[in-house]
């Protein structure tokens, strides 16, 4: 029997019912490959099944299936847990990154694009229903909402200028594998930007662009074509493969295009070949060399955009 549920705390959505991480070498300690994402608080859960442990639940989220902590969440009724899923009214995360306080004692980190409930004050103005975790019931704290940059009543509009601003208050934040170390990795990121402005994309890179209302496949262009097509885009425009995606910005002033990624790393050539860890937020152009040491546009399999 499907039970209902919603993260109280930001949390970890594991591949298996294991809290401890798997890496492919001794000294990592960023690239859990256990890890499926994170969730922020508030989001809403559909329960399907426990660990035997009962230290897990395995859950259905908007985006992934996976196992959650159970410390992570509470349980509620569904007609609660329909308000998380879709209120009538709530506040938007615009902020990178938003700690509030959750009318419990506890500092809650949010991320870009995270939805709270909100409801009317006795004054009148709106308040936060924040989720707290009573012994896994949930209970709902009412917190006053302060919407200024970093909280918005509501998403913000869908605008070319919005995708560079949200997209910018990223820049140099840490890579986060899976969400890891409180922060995104390249699908995440784009993620975030679009869904502060109401829109839902699948949560890995390859599905990304494919999802979007207009898909240029760039199998078997050349170079120049695949340049051609990408000057033609909107800035917002994503170019995913099967492992990475990045959102386009426009052209500099030598018409070179420029993009905005989360990369995890990049490769130098010559006598000093090899792979080195950049783990940040970054701007680059569309044309740095890729592991093979060819222009990256020329390893881009789509460009989607909404437009």
Not at 4 to 31: I, K
Not at 62 to 77: H, M, N, P, S, V
Not at 80 to 103: L, R
Not at 112 to 134: C, E, Q, T, Y
Request: charged letters at 20%.
């Amino acid at each position: 029997e499907t039970r209902y549920g919603v993260v109280t705390r930001r949390a970890n959505l594991r591949l298996l019912p294991e809290a401890a991480g798997w890496f492919e070498s001794a000294g990592d300690v960023h690239y859990d490959t256990l890890q499926a994402t994170a969730l922020d608080p508030a989001e809403p859960v559909a329960v399907l099944g426990d660990s035997y442990d009962k230290k897990f639940a395995f859950v259905r989220t908007r985006f992934y299936d996976g196992w959650l902590a159970k410390e992570d969440f509470a349980e509620t009724d569904r007609a609660t847990w329909e308000n998380f899923v879709h209120p009538a009214d709530f506040a938007v995360v615009t902020a990178n990154k938003k700690t509030m306080e959750n009318g419990a004692g506890e500092s809650l980190l949010f991320q870009m694009g995270a939805k709270i409930p909100l409801a009317a004050g006795a004054d009148g103005d709106k308040v936060l229903l924040m989720p707290v975790s009573d012994n896994g019931t949930l209970q709902i704290k009412r917190r006053p909402a302060a919407f200024d940059a970093t909280l918005h009543e509501g998403f913000l509009p869908c605008t070319e200028n919005n995708f560079v601003r949200q997209g910018f208050r990223f820049l140099g934040d840490e890579y986060g594998w899976g969400g890891l170390d409180d922060s995104v990795d390249c699908s995440s990121f784009v993620g975030d930007v679009y869904r502060s402005m109401g829109i839902e994309l699948p949560r890995d890179a390859d599905q990304q662009a494919k999802s979007m209302a207009n898909v240029i496949d760039l199998s078997g262009m050349g170079e120049a074509d695949r340049l051609a097509a990408l000057e033609s885009c909107v800035p917002g425009t994503l170019l995913a493969n099967n492992t990475h995606v990045m959102m386009y910005l426009g052209q500099d002033d030598a018409g070179t295009p420029i993009v905005l990624q989360s990369m995890s790393s990049w490769f130098s050539f010559g006598s000093d070949y090899g792979k080195h860890y950049l783990r940040k937020v970054i701007a680059s152009t569309a044309t740095f060399l890729n592991f093979s040491g060819v222009p990256y546009i020329d390893g881009v399999h789509y460009l989607g955009s909404l437009r």
